[in-house]
């Protein structure tokens, strides 16, 4: 399973971006971090035109296969669905993670035993301006 956030296990954090320009302002081979939504496809677009790693968080299962076919590192989504996208994600091969949102520790078996790729906690998440 891949951590993002545990308090005693290592993990680079995600980059949260909201315009293109905002990636500038983070770490170099770091991986940003975009909420799905149609104004977003260019911020997607243009990160997985310059290999920039980019992590996904979706709402529903079209969003799911969206998140893939743009190219996503690892794709977000809230713990109800990670059983869903995860068979999903095996179903059609992704190349992308599927990672569940969690807040709490108590969380990590639940998602462990449904099989889901990994979890990230919100904390792992770090917010860029392009100011």
Request: avoid cysteine; aromatic fraction near 10%.
């Amino acid at each position: 399973m891949i951590f993002f956030g545990h308090r005693f296990l290592k993990s680079e954090p995600l980059y949260h971006v909201f315009d293109i320009d905002s990636i500038l302002h983070t770490p170099p081979a770091s991986t940003i971090y975009v909420e799905f939504d149609e104004k977003n496809l260019d911020i997607i677009n243009h990160a997985v035109l310059n290999s920039v790693r980019t992590a996904i968080f979706v709402k529903n299962i079209t969003e799911i296969l969206y998140a893939s076919s743009l190219g996503a590192s690892y794709i977000i989504v809230e713990k109800e669905l990670a059983k869903s996208a995860q068979n999903i994600a095996e179903n059609y091969l992704f190349d992308a993670k599927i990672l569940a949102l969690i807040e709490d520790e108590d969380e990590i078996e639940e998602l462990a035993l449904l099989g889901v790729d990994g979890v990230i906690f919100s904390g792992a998440i770090v917010k860029i301006s392009s100011k």
